[in-house]
């Protein structure tokens, strides 16, 4: 590709970035209301997200494509979520949750897509360390440990893991650092979640 026709197509992800958000914020306002309890879960653990973000990463052409268009989806996904719960579904705006995960999606995401981009690249234990990092936040947000009350959603944890650990890196050291890391890092992802839980509570 030239880069007369690589202008084009970047100019375009910052738009289907944004569409793709709006659409899964959508949606997962809809599984929460669905009374469905996988659906609920698909749409409120962060498997899901963490896949998300890792993907952008993996496949963005470098660091800041990865960060910016990550943030925006998150950004989309954030208001488009709390923009239908209050104006289709009369909940009202939960300000203090809104203002939160927009502060999220301006920091820890893009921080987030910029370290996996980075760390799908390199081979190493560092690098096996994100990614196990990103893997360990997947395991360790409960649903595997609670598997007879969740079995999809442990299910989806396990596969996204494995492919975090083993699909997206580029190179074997850094596939086989990520599988040693991430049984430790999955305890320490559950002690920063269990605090993020707390902050937004």
Do not use: C, N
Not at 22 to 43: F, H, M, N, T
Not at 71 to 77: C, I, N, P, S, Y
Not at 107 to 119: G, I
Request: cysteine-free; glycine content about 6%; charged content about 10%.
């Amino acid at each position: 590709m030239t880069a007369a026709t690589r202008a084009p197509s970047r100019a375009r992800a910052l738009p289907l970035a944004a569409a793709a958000g709006v659409v899964a914020g959508i949606a997962a306002k809809a599984a929460d209301e669905s009374g469905r309890q996988w659906a609920a879960d698909l749409g409120s653990y962060p498997a899901a997200w963490v896949l998300a973000v890792a993907v952008i990463g993996w496949a963005a052409p470098a660091l800041p494509a990865a960060a910016v268009r990550a943030g925006v989806l998150f950004t989309a996904m954030t208001v488009a979520y709390y923009a239908w719960a209050a104006l289709v579904l009369d909940f009202g705006w939960d300000v203090r949750l809104l203002v939160a995960w927009l502060v999220l999606s301006a920091t820890a995401v893009p921080l987030t897509a910029a370290a996996v981009s980075r760390a799908t690249r390199r081979a190493g234990w560092l690098p096996g360390a994100v990614l196990a990092m990103a893997a360990g936040t997947t395991l360790g947000a409960g649903a595997l440990a609670d598997a007879g009350d969740h079995p999809v959603q442990a299910a989806a944890d396990v596969v996204v893991a494995v492919l975090l650990v083993a699909v997206l890196p580029r190179h074997a050291r850094t596939r086989l650092w990520a599988v040693v890391l991430t049984v430790p890092l999955t305890w320490l992802a559950a002690q920063l979640l269990d605090v993020l839980r707390a902050v937004l509570g």
